[in-house]
């Protein structure tokens, strides 16, 4: 059984820093591309990063969507098989419940969410301006 666990959300003021990790079972995680998502109040699920996936190499790509470049880093650690977000100088628009996702097919696709095959039950982000 699959599961995505997500951590490391909260309340934080505009301008400051959270780490988000989610930790992954049930798969072989060097074969899987790892994503996040997020889905404010009202609005639908957009995209916020990914990254590849590395099995026998120490290298990955990173993909993140425009308004969070140069403030999020996406980055994996295979032996502890979790994905991590980074966020640093949040904005009160960041705010919004951050998903998980596992993406196992070969090829692009990685900022549609219909692409990824299991997702984790979200936690929240809330930035206070």
């Known amino acids: 059984q699959v599961q995505l666990v997500e951590r490391g959300g909260g309340l934080v003021q505009a301008g400051g820093s959270l780490r988000l990790s989610c930790a992954a079972s049930?798969?072989?995680?060097?074969?899987?591309?790892m994503g996040w998502f997020r889905q404010a109040p009202g609005k639908e699920r957009e995209f916020v990063a990914t990254v590849t996936r590395n099995a026998g190499t120490s290298y990955y790509t990173t993909y993140l969507t425009d308004p969070v470049k140069g403030r999020f880093t996406i980055s994996r650690d295979n032996a502890k098989n979790t994905v991590y977000l980074q966020m640093s100088r949040l904005k009160p628009e960041d705010t919004a419940v951050y998903y998980c996702?596992?993406?196992?097919?070969?090829?692009?696709?990685?900022?549609?969410?219909?692409?990824?095959?299991?997702w984790g039950q979200g936690t929240q982000v809330t930035v206070s301006s």
């Open positions: 049930g798969l072989t995680f060097t074969r899987i591309d």
């Open positions: 996702a596992a993406k196992s097919s070969y090829g692009g696709g990685w900022s549609d969410g219909l692409q990824y095959d299991y």
